[in-house]
T-cell receptor, first 110, second 115 residues
Framework: RKEVEQDPGPFNVPEGATVAFNCTYS??????FFWYRQDCRKEPKLLMS???SGNEDGRFTAQLNRASQYISLLIRDSKLSDSATYLC???????????FGKGTTLSVSS | EPEVTQTPSHQVTQMGQEVILRCVPI?????FYWYRQILGQKVEFLVS????????KSEIFDDQFSVERPDGSNFTLKIRSTKLEDSAMYFC?????????????FGPGTRLTVT
């Protein structure tokens, strides 16, 4: 089983749409969870951390279910500028490294 | 805003040659990392470095790889004898604390092409 698995995508949506990404992770000892965003040929950038209680940052909502080892990201009212690859990321057991999923590509069109 | 910088942006080398990739982490950060991303693949952890020693390394980081913090500002990744499969984007990152608690800031990457 892969350490972090994501929806393969790509997701092609119109502006204003709501889109949801899912992710599962294999190591139950992972301590922390994140969504990163990566634009084409650029470095990953932190979008938001993910907490068990769920957390929201503007149009973005992230959720973590530790029992199911499942992470989600919801984007509401999609903008053209949201077009990117979204990476689901967990830390290793020691908390010393980030383990990345392969990413899901989102394309928002007008 | 402070940022991680990397040089060069693109390095082309011949198989079997040694390469050194350079990074300047954010100045007050204590933890340093290298990751790589083969074209079309996921970002993969290579090594983390704290207090002048390696704190964690992946299976990819074999004895062909080494890291060094030669002075107070630079953090380098050396590949002793490059192989074709080392062609990838190499990202340096730094954080002020453990990855589980503190955001890692990534540099823009060095694209390594081995011919």
């Amino acid at each position: 089983r892969k350490e972090v698995e994501q929806d393969p995508g790509p997701f092609n949506v119109p502006e204003g749409a709501t889109v949801a990404f899912n992710c599962t992770y294999s190591n139950s000892a992972s301590q922390s969870f994140f969504w990163y965003r990566q634009d084409c040929r650029k470095e990953p950038k932190l979008l938001m951390s993910v907490y068990s209680s769920g957390n929201e940052d503007g149009r973005f909502t992230a959720q973590l279910n530790r029992a199911s080892q499942y992470i989600s990201l919801l984007i509401r009212d999609s903008k053209l500028s949201d077009s990117a690859t979204y990476l689901c990321v967990v830390t290793n057991q020691a908390g010393t490294a980030l383990i990345f999923g392969k990413g899901t590509t989102l394309s928002v069109s007008s | 805003e402070p940022e991680v910088t990397q040089t060069p942006s693109h390095q082309v080398t011949q198989m079997g040659q040694e390469v050194i990739l350079r990074c300047v982490p954010i100045s007050n950060h204590l933890y340093f990392y290298w990751y790589r991303q083969i074209l079309g693949q996921k970002v993969e952890f290579l090594v983390s470095f704290y207090n002048n020693e390696i704190s964690e390394k992946s299976e990819i980081f074999d004895d062909q790889f080494s890291v060094e913090r030669p002075d107070g500002s630079n953090f380098t990744l050396k590949i002793r004898s490059t192989k074709l499969e080392d062609s990838a984007m190499y990202f340096c990152a730094s954080s002020s604390g453990l990855a589980s608690l503190y955001e890692q800031y990534f540099g823009p990457g060095t694209r390594l092409t081995v011919t």
